[in-house]
């Protein structure tokens, strides 16, 4: 493609190195591609909380689209500017009762969210007793399920730790069908729920439009199923060479792994 106009990252197993760091090189590319005008837009299922870390160690102070899709975050004035598709807890609960059928034994948590990354008189992340969090266990309110569902949240996690994420997005779509978006960003046992149509795809596209820039002047990088609507949504798609199966079979153009600077090897092209 020609030079991008909006340049869109995957953080987990694609920007960030496997230990969870900022390579040099790739934070120079980033810094000179923002200071060239092109934008560069964090897009994760991370929450906002999870994306300071991130933007200091490359600089970005613009707009980051979390939660998979459903939250815009303003990084440079710590603002929650959109959330799109909240699950209310009616439908909380009906896609709850429809996992314990498909997959017994499974372990609810619940992403919520406010005006910025951080609510202090807001219980963000709550999980139940026995959910496992691949990233680690340190962080949740433990409550009962009824508490876990029983407010709006921008996206549903559920762990399983005798099953892969691949066997439990088939399990769950067999129940839920499209009433729901099913994803993963791990392979460790978790999926990602959220209301149906809301994708990294229609993130993306939100911020493209703010910026005035097209699908096919926009360039994303992924590694995971939950990166697939964003990587055929824009008009360059590029998969880390450490990317799932089916993410290395949609990309338009697989790059060296995250380990080896993937992202920083294809935008050298241009900055």
């Not at 790739?26 to 897009?43: E, S």
């Not at 994803?183 to 046992?189: C, I, K, V, Y």
Request: hydrophobic fraction near 45%.
């Amino acid at each position: 493609m020609e030079k991008p106009r909006l340049i869109a990252s995957d953080v987990d197993g694609t920007l960030l190195t496997p230990l969870e760091q900022v390579a040099p090189r790739t934070a120079d590319v980033v810094n000179r591609a923002v200071a060239d005008g092109v934008p560069f837009v964090l897009v994760t299922g991370r929450p906002p909380r999870w994306i300071p870390p991130v933007a200091e160690t490359t600089g970005l102070t613009g707009y980051a689209v979390c939660a998979n899709g459903a939250v815009l975050y303003d990084i440079g004035a710590d603002r929650v500017v959109d959330v799109h598709g909240l699950l209310d807890p009616l439908r909380l609960m009906d896609v709850a009762q429809a996992l314990d059928h498909a997959l017994p034994g499974c372990r609810l948590a619940a992403e919520r969210i406010g005006t910025k990354a951080v609510e202090h008189d807001l219980h963000n992340f709550v999980i139940e007793t026995d959910y496992h969090n691949p990233w680690g266990d340190g962080e949740g309110f433990v409550v009962p399920r009824a508490e876990v569902l029983g407010h709006p949240a921008v996206k549903l996690l559920v762990s399983h730790r005798k099953m892969t994420s691949d066997e439990m997005a088939a399990a769950a779509h067999s129940v839920l069908g499209d009433s729901v978006h099913i994803t993963f960003s791990s392979n460790g046992g978790l999926i990602e729920i959220a209301s149906p149509g809301v994708t990294k795809a229609t993130g993306l596209a939100d911020v493209a439009q703010r910026f005035g820039a097209g699908a096919d002047e926009t360039i994303s990088f992924g590694d995971m199923p939950n990166d697939l609507p964003m990587l055929t949504w824009a008009g360059h798609g590029v998969a880390v060479a450490n990317a799932h199966p089916r993410v290395l079979d949609a990309a338009d153009e697989v790059t060296a792994s995250n380990a080896e600077h993937g992202v920083a090897q294809v935008l050298e092209r241009w900055f």
